[in-house]
């Protein structure tokens, strides 16, 4: 119901609907992730809420499984590949408000569960450069390249200059 919204250009329905599926269905990650999806141009800081509440889910789900030392244990083909969207959204919108320690955690939990997406590998970097340890995010890139996760041709090598 909520996408038939959307596909109308009727977003406020839309938003009404996922509301809806976010009380009836709390432990499901979808109407969080599509309601970010839905406002993250118009109104960033309402689908980075959206997105942490999805991350508060996901993150329960995990422990409830594998107990807290699920990062430790858990293989990236366990995980949902939009589970990599969630943690990288987050990721970056921590590392723009500055928060570069909770932006690296985001983000090397997004590059654990999506080895061969660049956009993770890009932010890590970023996060570190921001950080003023730019030797660490070419130190990620590099080890990512080594491993095969990347190209050799990527343009990502520019952190290392």
């Given at each position: 119901?909520?996408?038939?919204?959307?596909?109308?250009?009727?977003?406020?329905?839309?938003?009404?609907?996922?509301?809806?599926?976010?009380?009836?269905?709390?432990?499901?990650?979808?109407?969080?992730?599509?309601?970010?999806?839905?406002?993250?141009?118009?109104?960033?800081?309402?689908?980075?809420?959206?997105?942490?509440?999805?991350?508060?889910?996901?993150?329960?789900?995990?422990?409830?499984?594998?107990?807290?030392?699920?990062?430790?244990?858990?293989?990236?083909?366990?995980?949902?590949?939009?589970?990599?969207?969630?943690?990288?959204?987050?990721?970056?919108?921590?590392?723009?408000?500055?928060?570069?320690?909770?932006?690296?955690?985001?983000?090397?939990?997004?590059?654990?569960?999506?080895?061969?997406?660049?956009?993770?590998?890009?932010?890590?970097?970023?996060?570190?450069?921001?950080?003023?340890?730019?030797?660490?995010?070419?130190?990620?890139?590099?080890?990512?390249?080594?491993?095969?996760?990347?190209n050799r041709t990527t343009p990502l090598t520019s952190y290392c200059d």
């Amino acid at each position: 119901m909520a996408k038939s919204h959307v596909q109308l250009g009727e977003k406020d329905k839309a938003l009404e609907r996922l509301d809806s599926l976010m009380i009836h269905y709390p432990y499901d990650v979808m109407p969080f992730m599509e309601a970010a999806r839905l406002v993250k141009e118009d109104r960033p800081f309402d689908a980075l809420r959206y997105y942490i509440d999805a991350i508060s889910i996901i993150t329960s789900q995990y422990k409830a499984r594998y107990g807290e030392g699920y990062m430790l244990v858990m293989s990236p083909s366990e995980v949902p590949s939009y589970h990599f969207e969630i943690f990288l959204e987050v990721g970056k919108a921590y590392i723009e408000q500055e928060d570069y320690a909770m932006g690296e955690n985001l983000l090397r939990w997004a590059v654990h569960i999506n080895r061969k997406h660049e956009e993770g590998y890009r932010w890590l970097a970023e996060c570190y450069a921001r950080k003023g340890e730019a030797s660490r995010g070419c130190q990620v890139i590099r080890r990512a390249i080594s491993r095969g996760y990347l190209n050799r041709t990527t343009p990502l090598t520019s952190y290392c200059d």
